[in-house]
């Protein structure tokens, strides 16, 4: 990417600017956890590895200054906050548990030391994310044929990590295999993910991109137009139930009725292992004003309710492979994932 999602320069975080795209490349700066944690929350950063980045460097510009007991209670106060911001993506959550196994280890260290170690951390962190969706490009790419239409929902691509992206990270690693690949891109109301970022992200690589209204999805896949869909996520339970932007259930709906694979492309940083199934994945509900407004203007009558949950839960049955860094997991899910979960592991029914 032309523009970087998220880096650390001069002891500043920074970080495009996503509400703004495709119309304004704007670049943030912040040099407290405060700023960070307002632009997870207002999606100025989205994403969940990305958020969990931010997280992570977030914490580190929250502790500079600070040792002994006053790192202590800061600590806990910085990572109140940020956790606050998202509460569905876990990668933000487990970004913060890093960070805390790492300041609990050097908590006696003085205030430069500390500091430089815990930066260190969360560059760790984002390297970690590059690389794990370069593996995660590398595995899905083999389920591409060639030429491929891929259906996407959302943004899961650079803007949505560190860098290169996961469901999006599988079609670049297949293009750059030499594999024609085209992508559709359901637009994702409310906030528009798929029509302002991923045809940006597209569009910015020459790989060509359609963008389709939502429920445009189901003609297409009866036109039989769709090689497959590939989708990224927010948190995967254990049993391999997928929380993902809303609107992903009933393309996984639809996918299964028109015998499309559906795949689900994320780093094992986004299964929460604690998690049982989707039922316990707290869902996110956002602003009315991101239904009630469109760029500004209103578009309903004032006053009327509004329902604007962020993400749905995919059961697992309607997955037909979680394609992570370690390897291609399929049903079933639980004894998959756990075992890709291992050091070095790699599922028995991985491909």
């Known amino acids: 990417m032309a523009v970087k999602t998220i880096e650390w320069r001069d002891d500043s975080v920074r970080m495009i600017d996503q509400r703004l795209l495709p119309q304004r490349e704007v670049v943030r700066i912040y040099k407290d956890y405060r700023g960070v944690a307002e632009a997870i929350r207002s999606m100025v950063i989205r994403g969940a590895p990305a958020i969990g980045v931010a997280a992570a460097m977030g914490v580190a510009l929250g502790l500079r200054g600070y040792s002994g007991a006053r790192a202590e209670r800061r600590f806990d106060q910085v990572a109140r906050v940020l956790r606050a911001t998202r509460p569905t993506a876990v990668n933000l959550a487990w970004a913060l548990e890093r960070m805390q196994r790492v300041f609990a280890?050097?908590?006696?260290?003085?205030?430069?030391?500390?500091?430089?170690?815990?930066?260190?951390?969360?560059?760790?962190?984002?390297?970690?994310?590059?690389?794990?969706n370069r593996a995660i490009g590398s595995h899905g790419a083999g389920l591409l044929e060639s030429p491929a239409t891929v259906l996407t929902h959302c943004n899961a691509g650079a803007l949505a990590t560190a860098g290169y992206g996961t469901a999006l990270g599988v079609i670049r690693a297949a293009r750059a295999r030499g594999k024609k690949v085209r992508v559709v891109a359901d637009e994702t109301r409310p906030f528009l993910q798929g029509a302002r970022l991923t045809a940006w992200e597209m569009r910015k690589e020459r790989i060509p991109v359609t963008v389709i209204a939502d429920n445009m999805a189901a003609?297409?896949?009866?036109?039989?137009?769709?090689?497959?869909?590939?989708?990224?996520?927010?948190?995967?339970?254990?049993?391999?139930d997928v929380a993902n932007k809303i609107g992903t259930y009933p393309l996984a709906v639809l996918a299964q009725r028109h015998n499309v694979p559906f795949f689900v492309a994320a780093p094992l940083s986004t299964i929460d292992f604690d998690c049982a199934d989707g039922a316990a994945i707290p869902i996110e509900e956002r602003s009315p004003t991101e239904l009630t407004r469109f760029f500004g203007k209103p578009i309903t009558p004032e006053g009327v309710e509004i329902f604007n949950p962020a993400f749905d839960v995919t059961p697992a049955e309607l997955v037909s492979a979680i394609i992570t860094e370690r390897g291609i997991a399929r049903p079933p899910y639980r004894d998959a994932l756990a075992q890709l979960r291992t050091a070095g592991g790699v599922a028995t029914n991985a491909v």
């Open 105 to 132: 280890s050097h908590r006696e260290l003085d205030a430069d030391r500390l500091f430089r170690r815990l930066r260190n951390e969360a560059l760790a962190i984002a390297r970690e994310d590059v690389a794990a």
């Open 219 to 240: 003609t297409v896949l009866r036109a039989g137009a769709i090689s497959c869909v590939i989708v990224g996520a927010d948190r995967i339970a254990a049993n391999g």
